[in-house]
């Protein structure tokens, strides 16, 4: 009696064999993941980490393959001889200003077209995102034509006003929103709440992980943007950073440890924002719908 109580059974033993195989094969898979996703990591940082070390050789070393000596002469310098602080401080406010004016407005427009049913909103909303298609180089002539008429060649707002709208940040709000169970705005519309209260109380709220990731979209793209400052900036105390970096290439040689020292400290931001904000960025694409 008691041998046939401790004794499992074939279905017992069939069950445990089937679990056993089952995690050996797991186990099998999450490694193959993991090698995959580690390899993906190295080759993602081994770049940075080759202009960090860079960076911190002297010119004599700079092309050698030693990892030694380190010195901080070249920050010093990029931060003291050239007006790199003042191109940070330009690329900081128009970053920024893109970033907290085209999330209020995208946000809005957003929100009306998920939410609100009017004439023509369908079409509008295709014209939005047939926008997608049409790159930078294609409307640089009429937008410096545009921006010239409006007086603001040479001037930091002839980069801001043009960089506002962008059709992908409305488009991946509006699917965000359209997300949203409209139970949670009926509620709000019960407690008295119109479409500014449901928007403002509602629709912001359960919006930030999109908000965050789409801030940290526009503030990168605004960050490395070189062709469109490029075009309307010509004194240099407005240049942005990648119109800086871009002049301390020389037409016989360029002194590539400053350049590598320059820009790493232009790649700090940006790398430090995403380390931040890569969760939000991830749940973002999720909820959104986007594949």
């Known amino acids: ?32 993941r993991a090698g995959v996703g580690y390899a993906l990591a190295a080759i ?12 911190l050789k002297p010119a004599s070393e700079t092309f050698s393959m030693s990892l030694g000596p380190w010195t901080l002469d070249n920050f010093s310098y990029v931060l003291t001889r050239i007006p790199m602080p003042r191109y940070l401080l330009n690329s900081a406010i128009v970053s920024i200003a893109v970033t907290f004016i085209a999330l209020v407005f995208h946000s809005m427009a957003a929100y009306a077209l998920a939410r609100l049913r009017f004439r023509g909103s369908a079409l509008m909303f295709n014209l939005i995102v047939a926008t997608l298609m049409v790159s930078l180089p294609v409307i640089l002539v009429p937008l410096f034509l545009i921006v010239r008429a409006m007086g603001l060649i040479d001037n930091l707002w002839g980069i801001i006003v043009p960089g506002i709208f962008n059709a992908f940040g409305i488009f991946l709000l509006r699917q965000n929103f359209l997300g949203i169970p409209r139970e949670l705005e009926e509620a709000a519309t019960i407690d008295g709440c119109g479409y500014w209260g449901r928007y403002w109380h509602v629709v912001l709220p359960l919006g930030r992980p999109i908000l965050v990731s789409l801030g940290i979209l526009f503030f990168l793209a ?3 943007a070189f062709m469109w400052p490029k075009t309307i900036l010509s004194t240099q105390e407005l240049w942005m950073v990648q119109q800086g970096l871009a002049s301390m290439q020389g037409q016989y040689g360029s002194d590539w440890n400053y350049i590598t020292a320059a820009a790493m400290i232009i790649a700090l931001p940006t790398m430090i924002m995403f380390f931040f904000g890569q969760r939000a960025l991830v749940n973002s694409i999720k909820t959104s719908g986007l594949k």
């Open 44 to 55: 993602t940082a081994l770049p940075i980490l080759w202009l960090l070390i860079t960076a």
């Open 1 to 32: 009696m008691l041998s046939d109580i401790a004794t499992p059974g074939p279905a017992a033993r069939g069950r445990t064999r089937r679990e056993r195989d089952g995690s050996h094969e797991y186990g099998r898979r999450w490694g193959w």
């Open 222 to 224: 605004n960050w490395n």
